[in-house]
């Protein structure tokens, strides 16, 4: 009887904070909100999405963000977020890594993201290819405290965990 290996699980931290701005649109976890503020950044702000990514990178020992998709590539300029996600995706599979889940804590003041949440659930699963009960949005408040709390910033934290497909030798 040929034994099959133990698959490999690795574990990953993400977090990113963006200044919010008038005259920007808000986009958050893949999806656009309607607010008169949106988040600042080279790409299109999507703190949310960056920490998910930054979790991927990290678990799967490819680095981060800012040295994978630099801020000065003009590539990179006002980019959709999702796009950077599905990048790390293909990366990883290339690599034989598989995501198990993705939970993704989500802290502004405003605007309110509890009628979002759902979405936000569907599209990083859609982009990652994964189950919707596997990827899981909190959002929480700063309690009116510091520079999240005054509704200057929004910042995201989010964990991940992955499986590699042990490959049997021939
Ligand atoms: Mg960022």
Known sequence: MIEEPDPEYRTGIGTDIHLLVEGR???LGGVQLAYPAGLAGHSD?????????DALLGAS??????TVFPDNDPRYKGIDSKQLL???K?????AYWRVINV????QAEEPSLKPVKGQM??????????????VNVKAKTAEGLGDIG?????AATAAVLLRKKARRRI
């Open 25 to 27: 649109k808000l986009m």
């Open 45 to 53: 702000g999507d703190a949310a999405i960056h920490a998910v990514i």
């Open 61 to 66: 020992g490819m680095g981060d963000i800012g």
């Open 86 to 88: 599905v990048e790390v």
């Open 90 to 94: 293909d990366r990883l599979e290339a």
């Open 103 to 106: 939970d993704l804590i989500i």
């Open 121 to 134: 659930k569907r599209v990083i699963a859609g982009l990652l290819g994964i189950d919707f009960t596997a």
């Open 150 to 154: 005054a509704g200057r910033a929004i």
